[in-house]
């Protein structure tokens, strides 16, 4: 917080409240002339009125990107020895990039497509947790904690949903 300390001419004023508020806001409105003058303000400008729904589609894009990464890597350990495994190592990307786009700027048929995407990753998730949990189940010993912790990660394709899923929330709370 900026604090302003003040002289003592400024309390002997009739009103001394109106006086500080007077200089603090004339420190404020320096401030953001400073501040905020610069090229490209007008992307950034905007963050703090951005709604609720925008900042989650960025989120989205983000959390989808961190996502693609690992679930790549682990696909790729295990050599995509099952078809399926290339499906959340390919729509992850899309889906960041429809999150981000969206954000950027709000058209009606890519909301509609997003819309679509997002519950292709619900579906996707939903038979990520059924190959990753049947996964666990094939190894030596069948479903003991050990095969849960060694074996294929059945929270990552829940979160894979979840993320979708929030996507939705977003795009339908209107």
Known sequence: MLKVRCAAPIFACGNAHARLSLVFFDVQNHFQTVMFNYPGRRFFMNW????????????????????????????YRQNFHHKSMWAPVITAPLFSLTAFALAAAKLEWLMSLFSYLMWLGVV??????????????????????????????????VMFSALSALGLIAYYWR
């Open 48 to 75: 703090g009125h951005w709604p609720m729904d925008r900042a989650i589609y960025v989120f989205v894009g983000i959390a989808f990107l961190a996502l693609w990464g690992q679930v790549t890597l682990s696909h």
């Open 124 to 157: 996707i998730g939903g038979a990520g947790f059924y190959y990753h949990f049947h996964g666990v189940g094939v190894r030596v010993g069948g479903y003991t904690m050990r095969n849960f912790l060694v074996g294929p990660p059945v929270a990552l394709p």
